[in-house]
């Protein structure tokens, strides 16, 4: 039994199992952190933008003024948006047999390994995986579409040329592998794959291994997935937490008495407590608006903006803020909103029981009722004639490289009487930043993640079990930045067998027993005597 890593990213998976003759791949996240290198997308031309100056090498060697362009000190490509993508040298693609998915933001990969690998298989998600993802999927193609480049970089990404280049792109890992965004033709083919399951459904792989989807606790629909054959058990927790918010809670009995666990997708801010950054938004905001500024909050069109929204639902009037407009701009906005009331059977039991009263398990029914929260699919339209301010602007997308937060930025990044509240923490702030500068407006990271932490994931071990657990590298040591934080890290008897990108692991499975079948043909020959 192997396990093939095709992702360098802890909570953008893509992992490949080799287990009992077939090929499962565990997730296909796309790491969409490489948008950082890119300078942003605008909605409506901006001078400043426009008038940077190209990039040459201070020996005048080098000359890629076409496509890099100097910005505050640093150095961006100009061109549309790239991203990395999971490792397709390392085997054959085209031999997996099926893909589980864990969540929507475990999926953005899809198209680009059904729809050019040679991918014959079968996809398994839930349906809010399914729905949500395409969502997000058909909402990137949007961004992206709408704003296009007339050119498309390349030369930038030469060994020789890259190696003398100033940082932070000298130090890009993998640009060969970066590409551009899909079509929604790709989205739609790659999604027709998919063949939906329920928690604790059992799906046969060819008679040989079991796979059987589980709650994780951390997004509609998101599961971790038990993978075993008659005498071999093998469980892959990814993205799961154990915090009340609004999805099913987590299952855990069903993860016990395991061979192998499988874990990664853990929480990106292991100090943070997603209470207190709650806290810490609310009182942000409210002194934005009471300061008559206005609030511009970066985010995924689903997820965490559901809590954010609940949240507000509950403080604004508290606050006496009861009349500030909230706005939510996303070409999905209405479509995720509607979502969100819908899956009532994949909600946490006190919102479920809601909908049997019947009343709307989110409170943003109410607030869309009621006017106090707006949606738009974008900035123009109607958006341009309502709006008014101070107000609050949730919107994408979180690497402000594109979407309509590029447009807020260069509106409001000039008053300092404006806050952006990072919630996401997918990105690092100040690169996000840094085509921005010099910024005016106010920057709070407040960011939110309910997945599970290491003192969590320590306990949850401890109940289960497991006789071996493999996790990627940086889970085994320290957070570079805090080498005497012991305790963020999984520290285990036996220890954890961990991985990197490109690695290829082979799985400590002592199998003592197997089935097998006997086939016995018995062949009667009668002989007539004349």
């Known amino acids: 039994m192997k396990l093939y890593c095709l992702s360098g990213h802890p909570t953008l998976p893509c992992n490949v199992l080799k287990f009992k003759s077939t090929t499962i791949m565990l997730d296909c996240g796309l790491d969409t952190t490489a948008a950082l290198y890119f300078l942003p997308l605008p909605l409506v031309h901006s001078p400043r933008l426009s008038k940077l100056p190209g990039w040459v090498s201070k020996d005048g060697a080098i000359n890629l003024e076409k496509e890099l362009k100097e910005c505050s000190g640093r150095v961006?490509?100009?061109s549309q948006p790239e991203f990395c993508l999971p490792e397709k040298e390392l085997l054959d693609l085209s031999t997996i047999d099926v893909i589980l998915i864990s969540n929507y933001h475990c999926m953005m990969a899809l198209p680009y390994i059904t729809e050019h690998t040679g991918f014959t298989g079968t996809v398994y998600a839930t349906e809010p995986t399914l729905q949500i993802g395409r969502l997000l999927m058909e909402e990137?193609?949007?961004?992206?579409?709408?704003?296009?480049k007339a050119q498309a970089a390349t030369c930038w990404k030469n060994k020789e040329i890259q190696r003398l280049l100033p940082g932070p792109l000298k130090d890009a890992v993998d640009v060969w592998s970066w590409r551009k965004c899909y079509s929604v033709q790709e989205v739609n083919s790659a999604l027709s794959k998919v063949q939906l399951v329920g928690y604790s459904q059992k799906v046969e792989l060819f008679g040989a291994v079991q796979v059987t989807p589980l709650s994780s606790g951390y997004s509609l629909g998101s599961s971790n997935w038990i993978i075993q054959s008659h005498y071999e058990k093998v469980s892959y927790v990814s993205g799961s937490s154990l915090l009340t918010t609004h999805p099913q809670p987590m299952e855990q009995s069903s993860l016990k008495n395991s061979d192998v666990l499988i874990l990664t997708g853990l929480t990106q801010i292991p100090t943070a407590n997603p209470d207190g950054m709650l806290g810490e938004f609310c009182s942000n905001l409210s002194m934005t608006i009471r300061a008559g500024g206005n609030v511009l909050v970066p985010c995924y069109?689903?997820?965490?903006?559901?809590?954010?929204?609940?949240?507000l639902y509950q403080f604004m009037d508290s606050a006496n803020l009861g009349s500030t407009p909230f706005y939510f701009i996303s070409p999905v906005a209405n479509s995720s909103l509607?979502?969100?009331?819908?899956?009532?059977?994949?909600?946490?039991?006190?919102?479920?029981?809601?909908?049997?009263?019947?009343?709307?398990?989110?409170?943003?029914?109410?607030?869309?009722?009621?006017?106090?929260?707006?949606?738009?699919?974008?900035?123009h339209g109607d958006f341009s004639s309502e709006f008014r301010q101070p107000c609050v602007v949730f919107t994408g997308h979180p690497s402000l490289r594109f979407g309509d937060v590029v447009h807020f930025m260069e509106l409001w990044g000039k008053s300092s009487l404006n806050t952006i509240i990072f919630t996401e923490p997918d990105f690092s702030y100040l690169d996000a930043l840094a085509p921005y500068q010099p910024l005016a407006m106010k920057c709070v990271y407040c960011p939110i993640d309910t997945r599970?932490?290491?003192?969590?994931?320590?306990?949850?071990?401890?109940?289960?079990?497991?006789?071996?657990?493999?996790c990627p590298?940086?889970?085994?040591?320290?957070?570079?930045?805090?080498?005497?934080?012991?305790?963020?890290?999984?520290?285990?008897?036996?220890?954890?067998?961990?991985?990197?990108?490109?690695?290829?692991?082979?799985?400590?499975?002592?199998r003592r027993y197997d089935a097998i079948f006997i086939l016995f043909i018995f062949t009667a020959i009668m002989f007539n005597i004349i």
């Open 76 to 78: 961006f490509v100009d």
């Open 140 to 148: 990137l193609v949007t961004f992206m579409e709408r704003v296009p």
């Open 452 to 470: 599970l932490n290491f003192h969590q994931v320590s306990k949850l071990l401890k109940d289960i079990q497991p006789l071996h657990v493999v």
């Open 301 to 311: 069109s689903s997820g965490v903006i559901y809590d954010l929204l609940e949240c």
């Open 338 to 379: 509607e979502f969100s009331q819908i899956f009532a059977e994949w909600l946490c039991q006190n919102k479920q029981s809601k909908v049997y009263l019947p009343e709307p398990p989110f409170p943003h029914a109410e607030l869309i009722q009621t006017n106090k929260l707006k949606h738009y699919p974008s900035i």
């Open 473 to 510: 590298e940086p889970y085994t040591q320290p957070p570079p930045a805090q080498p005497h934080r012991s305790d963020l890290m999984l520290e285990l008897q036996p220890p954890p067998m961990s991985y990197r990108r490109c690695s290829v692991l082979g799985l400590p499975f002592r």
